[in-house]
């Protein structure tokens, strides 16, 4: 940290861990010196993460997002949650009424444990107390509704409700234990051990109870409560809690679950996790699933598990993502589909798919180093997780299409809406998983910007930030990074301090869609050599005042897909740095709609004014065939040729997209046809 | 009817009908002379139908598949319904013991309903008595289970079952009291009022009760008790049976029904029938409406509700519709999507919803004259209700996707499967609508086959056939159909019978699908002359022995979609006559998927072998792809050309895939690029 107060503030906070966090701290010790105010602490891994008393984003893009995150959507969902009646839950269960007064899903609880890990996180970052004070609040709402033996959930095992664990399938108890864990442990981490980690610990030793040897020889219908007892596991040292989550992963594909109307495969329960080699079923199950398979395998030194999770992302990144970063291509049950079924018109590209999409690569990364996991996940934030938010951060995408052709009506700012169907963003949904898992991705996200290992820090992601940490042998060292990304390409490192004459690295990624479009890198005695995709390196004896420069081609790119994706064959898209670029219909000139545009991939787009981009294209006026009866005909028959303007087309960031009231959109658009000659009459069409 | 035996055994049928449908004979007999034997009996309309005793099919298509339907779907059905506790259901209702021992989905009983009805239409049209008993034996399951009041339904109502009608939105009462009443209808249309018929009459006093002036004002969530409340009152001639059908259209769309995951469009409640512009929400939901609809706009003389339902239909055929004629692309809510919203990897395309688009068709075709809906029909049942069944009408498809990547398993022959996802048809589903569907369909076919008006016969479908009915002043005309449709366009008509000196007309469909290619009516005098499609008419004073000859241009051609069809941008498919065809992995070389496939516009397609149609395309090799990271790459950066081998492409009929195993299939086409040069080395991708 360069602000010296702080700093002295996360030490005492960070002195303040207890006992249990023993084990955790020797291991990291034997390999590293760390932090301990880190979303994912893994033992072991080819990167040590960095901890938020380590990292601070000072400005641009993700500094924006946050400041809107702590100032309205943390407030926003607490207030919901209070409306809809799901912190009530928690009341009416200590009071014996949770039978006739519950609302809302099964899973509802696991959105207040959300919102506590938001708040949690964010407050380790954070100068202020004021959301200790909610999170002791809110804490107090949730604690007197567990049971003696552990148990806390609103939904089951009271009078009047269904017994404990009698639908594993749906019934969501895990997971709920789950993400209740998760905010135990985001409070050890920032604070030291408080209630909320002393309930997480009793609920996890609940867990363990049931669901260890001799117990239910079950798994949960939503992955979870995996990666939570190993992140448990890792804050305590307890083994018992690695032990729990190993069981849970092995079990899971030997059809302990029934096989209801989406198939076991929903559920992951088709095949064992190790024997699987795509990412299948719904896409947030999947995802969770894996990042719990990682941290087993990082604990546990598993590396056929790891290999295993390697090469189902490898063959889900390559066959069943969207440009975006977005997984999940079925409205009907939020999953995967088969491969390269990526409709931009059907995309359901869940918020929660990116988030856990990257929760998945972060812990790739961390065991491996390999950029390539830093590159999806610095797609998917930006295209997914920044997608779903509005500028206001008070209203959410759940679904994250890639096309709409209607101009919705706007949500009604006081109602809970359908999951995936709004045309804008929604205020709160029946299913509202998307606010609080942005609120919590935004709160950790600075842990996301940089690693360290012996050698020295690897930056992964590009914002204003201040990174100081302690390198092999007590080397502080402290960065400062300087940048106009995502909107430029440049990237200023300045050494602030080094507090040893040895050498050592400074790691920056050069991301994959630099890929053709050469990325230049200066060091600071001012050599500038173009590097390729993947970690550009410089290793001295840095002197503090000294500078790194990196220098992205961020340029807007026409973008095409494989042919396999049958979806927007016939169609480009525009990227621009990281950044996947839409046309909007507020942009289009006379009230126009996005399926009337073609663009001229011959003619490169452009940069336009406040970060649009801007192309040559045409405006093809359909109203010749409005009244077509029937949309097909054969292709001897002549055509009626569209008449089309031409024009030039303004396009947006996709993140930005629905906030200026209703509108269409699309990502991918459809090329001029090279050859259309106006035929001298129309045919009749048929049907 | 040409067989005297049998054209007696109808008459004397149709004498026992009961008094109450006086009045319909009444209004019938002011108009034309017409059968009883009638699926959709309207007492106004631009088209009087032929009943089943005025129409055979003797041979051909169709002959085959009602020959499977009589001969092996029926039992199937009835075998099924037993094994799986639907037939029992009524049992235990009657017992006491439905809210234990119930099985199934709440909607379970109308499958016993539909299996009712299509019994009756069948038994109506065979030689034998067979059918009779079975339904005297399914009837005598059914009958206990009614309460006093007429109420029928074995999952609500009964003790320790939710209240009647407290579940309007999902219960489906009224819709199975809908099928009921089907049921009842064919049997008194087919053999006279029965104990069957006697059940449907209470049922629909029963909800003449509870939901006219004074009782429950809402409606059904599934559409369906309103066609079959207007069929009742076309059979018995009571007016408070068409009353209420009227109350139910007229509340739907004040929002009576709650606003669900899907919204209330999903029930078609979101707006009044007259004030819709497009078939939108659940398709079987919206195409049932429709079909009522029409019903009560022709027996009220509401020329502005059937305008409303027209205009609705004209809406979707243009933007809705796949090219086989299949409606819904939405898996996860089995609705219509945005129009031109109709990827073919993801197309529904219910087979109850082909069911019910030909329903829709069959009833304006009536009330209109208009050939285009003729047209949809023949499409509809070329392409969606005849793919569904298995070749030996034991196994269905649900969902009748137009492109499956990948090969499933076979379902079990003895499992109820899940049902949209299954690779090849499957015996039966948990939600097991579309086997009876299919069956009650084929049963009244030859009801779709022709029609008649004060000036002669109009054929809509060609298959052969037999036909014989009375025209305007008892002028007793019989014909005779011999075609190789749809295999072959040549159609023959041959006049057996013409009591009359007076001229005469018989008009036959041109169908839509020649457009572009002419086709050619001979008359009895050998006079020959291009017919462009609609209805090609021949007017004379027929002789017995006269032929009038149709020849339609059955070829294999390219069709192209219209370019705001953005899933199959870049494709052609193929229709020949009425038939789409597929390309099925099968029929490919080296076991090859069909995603292979690039096929040449520029060369005509050709027919085949056995059906088939042959075409010269490429075989494109993606290994080298394969291990592609990243799906999308710049358009700027040289491309890897996959390696194509040019090679023969055979495809088949659509409605005959997968029944050579499992398979990959595809209707949509990917051509040829036309440009594409190898280059000299390949770029690495992005990521």
């Not at 992955?223 to 083994?239: F, H, N, S």
């Not at 690695?242 to 095949?271: H, K, M, N, P, S």
């Not at 126009?592 to 545009?597: F, K, L, N, Q, R």
Request: a negative charge.
């Amino acid at each position: 940290m360069t602000d010296g107060r702080r700093a002295d503030d996360v030490t005492g906070r960070s002195g303040r861990t207890t006992e249990g966090t023993n084990r955790r701290h020797e291991v990291v010790k034997e390999n590293t010196v760390g932090s301990l105010v880190l979303p994912v602490a893994p033992t072991r891994g080819r990167l040590r993460p960095l901890g938020l008393d380590e990292v601070r984003i000072t400005g641009g893009f993700w500094a924006g997002r946050r400041h809107t995150n702590v100032s309205a959507t943390l407030g926003h969902c607490r207030d919901w949650m209070e409306r809809v009646g799901w912190t009530g839950n928690f009341r009416a269960t200590a009071q014996g009424r949770a039978h006739r007064d519950r609302r809302g899903r099964e899973f509802a609880d696991s959105e207040v444990y959300k919102l506590l890990e938001a708040m949690a996180w964010q407050a380790g970052t954070l100068d202020t107390g004021t959301l200790d004070t909610d999170i002791t609040a809110l804490t107090e709402v949730v604690a007197p509704a567990q049971e003696p033996d552990g148990y806390l959930n609103t939904a089951f095992g009271h009078p009047g409700q269904a017994p404990r664990y009698s639908d594993l399938e749906w019934g969501h108890e895990l997971y709920c234990h789950g993400h209740l864990i998760q905010a135990g442990v985001a409070q050890a981490r920032t604070r030291g051990e408080g209630e909320l980690t002393k309930i997480a610990r009793r609920a996890a030793d609940h867990v363990c109870a049931a669901f260890g040897p001799g117990g239910i020889e079950g798994v949960c219908g939503h992955p979870e409560i995996e990666t939570a007892l190993v992140e448990l596991a890792r804050l305590t040292g307890e083994q018992r809690y690695l032990d729990q989550a190993a069981l849970f992963i092995d079990r899971r594909g030997q059809g302990t679950l029934t096989d209801g109307e989406f198939g076991r495969v929903y559920f992951q329960d088709d095949l064992p996790v190790r024997r699987a080699t795509v990412l299948r079923g719904h896409a947030v199950r999947a995802l969770y699933l894996a990042a719990g398979a990682v941290d087993l395998a990082v604990e546990t030194g598993d590396d056929d598990l790891l290999d295993a999770v390697v090469r189902q992302w490898e063959a889900a990144v390559a066959r069943r993502t969207y440009l975006t970063g977005g997984m999940g291509s079925h409205h009907r049950d939020e999953s995967f589909g088969d491969d390269f079924v990526l409709p931009p018109d059907r995309a359901y590209s869940e918020t929660c798919a990116g988030v856990a999409s990257v929760m998945l690569c972060w812990r790739l990364l961390l065991a491996t180093g390999e950029p390539r996991y830093a590159d999806l996940a610095e797609r998917t934030l930006f295209n997914v997780v920044a997608t779903s938010p509005a500028e206001d951060g008070r209203a959410f995408f759940y679904a994250n299409t890639l096309h709409r052709r209607h101009r919705g009506a706007a949500p009604a700012v006081d109602a809970v809406s359908p999951r995936a169907e709004s045309g804008l963003r929604a205020p709160w949904f029946a299913v509202s998983c998307c606010p609080t898992n942005v609120a919590r991705t935004l709160a950790q996200l600075p842990a996301y910007l940089a690693t360290a290992d012996d050698h020295g820090v690897q930056l992964h992601q590009y914002a204003d930030a201040e990174i100081a940490t302690s390198l092999q042998g007590g080397h502080g060292v402290a960065l400062c990074v300087r940048t106009d990304y995502p909107s430029g390409g440049n990237v200023t490192v300045r050494i602030d301090r080094s507090s040893s004459d040895r050498p050592w690295t400074v790691s920056l990624r050069v991301p994959a869609w630099t890929a053709g479009a050469p990325a230049w890198l200066v060091d600071p005695d001012g050599t500038r050599r173009t590097v390729p995709p993947g970690m550009a390196e410089v290793t001295r004896r840095f002197r503090p005042g000294e500078e790194i420069r990196l220098e992205l081609p961020v340029r807007p790119r026409w973008i095409r897909a494989d042919p396999r994706v049958d979806a927007v064959r016939g169609t480009v898209a525009v990227q621009r740095g990281p950044l996947v670029y839409c046309a909007e219909s507020v942009d289009l000139p006379d009230g126009h709609d996005v399926d009337v545009i073609r663009v001229d991939p011959a003619a490169p787009p452009e940069d336009g004014t406040d970060g649009t981009v801007v192309t040559a294209g045409q405006i093809t006026a359909y109203d010749g065939q409005r009244g077509e009866p029937w949309p097909y005909r054969p292709l001897d028959a002549t055509a009626v040729a569209p008449c089309a303007d031409r024009t030039e087309i303004v396009l947006v960031p996709y993140h930005s997209w629905a906030n200026r009231g209703p509108s269409t959109v699309r990502v991918w658009l459809p090329v001029v046809e090279p050859h259309r000659a106006a035929p001298p009459d129309s045919t009749p069409t048929e049907k």
